[in-house]
T-cell receptor
Framework: EPEVTQTPSHQVTQMGQEVILRCVPISNHLYFYWYRQILGQKVEFLVSFYNNEISEKSEIFDDQFSVERPDGSNFTLKIRSTKLEDSAMYFC?????????????FGSGTRLTVV | RKEVEQDPGPFNVPEGATVAFNCTYSNSASQSFFWYRQDCRKEPKLLMSVYSSGNEDGRFTAQLNRASQYISLLIRDSKLSDSATYLCVVSAAGGTSYGKLTFGQGTILTVHP
């Protein structure tokens, strides 16, 4: 079964450092997403990406965040200057169509710990 | 009012029990509805989509009431392996919303022997 791959599985970084979280979506999918889940809280939408541009973003996705699809296969989330409150699980997801009834395929996540 | 609201539980049931989870959503423009399952510190995995006509997948039955903005999940003959957090998820696709998923807090289910 096709899967969404995320690396690294765990990243520890110092406050103020830049981090890049990487994702390889399913190859024929067109819509890409980042979500995050702070420990003990609900999964929250960060950003959606389609046709090489951001299609929607949440209030969480401020100027410290950016996304990129640099080579047609990878989909990255960059946090420029990490804060303690950025510590969370970050999930990448992809879908063939927008809002389809088949749901979304999520990657296994990157656990980001900011110290 | 929360966008997607669930009873957080926890629900502790014996094997073989029937358990029901409820969920309400606030955005009447929502178009797609799902139940996801999340194991501890893992990614959400799609359990089933939910349709107005109701749908069943083995021991799992989901119902949607658009008028009441209410979604339910029924699990029959619970197994130990059903222990997880069940997430009610809603999507308001179309227009400027590119299929963004809105998650509920999740309902914790523990099935014991």
């Amino acid at each position: 079964e096709p899967e969404v791959t995320q690396t690294p599985s765990h990243q520890v970084t110092q406050m103020g450092q830049e981090v890049i979280l990487r994702c390889v979506p399913i190859s024929n999918h067109l819509y890409f997403y980042w979500y995050r889940q702070i420990l003990g809280q609900k999964v929250e939408f960060l950003v959606s990406f389609y046709n090489n541009e951001i299609s929607e973003k949440s209030e969480i996705f401020d100027d410290q965040f950016s996304v990129e699809r640099p080579d047609g296969s990878n989909f990255t989330l960059k946090i420029r200057s990490t804060k303690l409150e950025d510590s969370a699980m970050y999930f990448c997801a992809s879908n063939e169509v927008s809002g389809g009834d088949d749901g979304y395929t999520f990657g296994s996540g990157t656990r980001l710990t900011v110290v | 009012r929360k966008e997607v609201e669930q009873d957080p539980g926890p629900f502790n049931v014996p094997e073989g029990a029937t358990v029901a989870f409820n969920c309400t959503y606030s955005n009447s423009a929502s178009q797609s509805f799902f139940w996801y399952r999340q194991d501890c510190r893992k990614e959400p995995k799609l359990l089933m989509s939910v349709y107005s006509s109701g749908n069943e997948d083995g021991r799992f039955t989901a119902q949607l009431n658009r008028a009441s903005q209410y979604i339910s999940l029924l699990i029959r003959d619970s197994k130990l392996s059903d222990s997880a957090t069940y997430l009610c998820v809603v999507s308001a696709a179309g227009g400027t919303s590119y299929g963004k998923l809105t998650f509920g807090q999740g309902t914790i289910l523990t099935v014991h022997p």
